[in-house]
């Protein structure tokens, strides 16, 4: 078992440009999470996938973000036009039923936007 | 919307002794799982302990506890012996849904270990 990860673990990028961050679940997970933290806050809920399905989105996501799980293992969170805003880490985690319910999470990718 | 609320934004203690921090939650669900997390300096946010709401029994992981009071809807963490490497932020975080397991974070609380 080699945890979730994360992909890249940093980032910096200009105001405007799209970019991508990466998540491999654990590998029996069926359930993937992506959260977003400010410094100072804890973690705020972003959106979650039970297998391919994309089952809820935080209103947090603006039109700008977009979440995919093509074949229920991995995931990505686009990003276009990143605003200054978006500077923050996105976490992702992982769970499901067999494991307990215990949601796992990634070391995190850090976004910063100048 | 579910709330979380972390009372003591920071606390310290001296090592080898026990601290304990509070949470308290506000839910609709009656069953449902609570998490605390650490986060070191690192960022990555490591688990601590779990407990299930539908069990009475209180979780113990090693010095690890939890005081759990489902009526009161509070949760919270007692570490004995506190090491240095304790030192971190901890986040209370009960699930919102039964279904989606979706985590509902406190803004944590700064625990400092004195050596």
């Known amino acids: 078992d080699t945890g979730v990860s994360q992909d890249p673990r940093h980032k910096i990028t200009k105001r405007g440009q799209n970019v991508t961050f990466r998540c491999d679940p654990i590998?029996?997970?069926?359930?993937l999470y992506w959260y977003r933290q400010t410094l100072g806050q804890g973690p705020e809920f972003l959106t979650y996938?039970?297998?391919?399905?994309?089952?809820?989105k935080s209103r947090l996501l603006s039109d700008r973000f977009s979440a995919e799980r093509p074949k229920g293992s991995f995931s990505t969170l686009e990003i276009q036009r990143t605003e200054q805003g978006d500077s923050a880490m996105y976490l992702c985690a992982s769970s499901s039923a067999s494991s307990g319910n215990t949601i796992y999470f990634g070391e995190g990718s850090w976004l910063t936007v100048v | 919307a579910q709330t979380v609320t972390q009372s003591q934004p920071e606390m310290s203690v001296q090592e080898a002794e026990t601290v304990t921090l509070s949470c308290t939650y506000d839910?609709?669900?009656?069953?449902?799982?609570l998490f605390w997390y650490k986060q070191p300096p690192s960022r990555q946010m490591i688990l601590v302990i779990r407990?299930?709401?539908?069990?009475?029994q209180n979780a113990t992981e090693n010095r690890f506890s939890v005081n759990f009071q489902k009526a009161a809807k509070s949760f919270s963490l007692k570490i004995s012996d506190s090491q240095l490497g304790d030192a971190a932020m901890y986040f209370c975080?009960?699930?919102?849904?039964?279904?989606?397991?979706?985590?509902?974070f406190g803004q944590g609380t700064r625990l400092t270990i004195n050596p």
């Open positions: 590998s029996e997970h069926n359930r």
């Open positions: 839910t609709s669900e009656s069953d449902y799982y």
């Open positions: 407990q299930e709401a539908y069990k009475q």
């Open positions: 975080a009960p699930t919102q849904e039964e279904g989606a397991q979706k985590l509902v």
């Open positions: 996938f039970q297998n391919e399905a994309q089952l809820e």
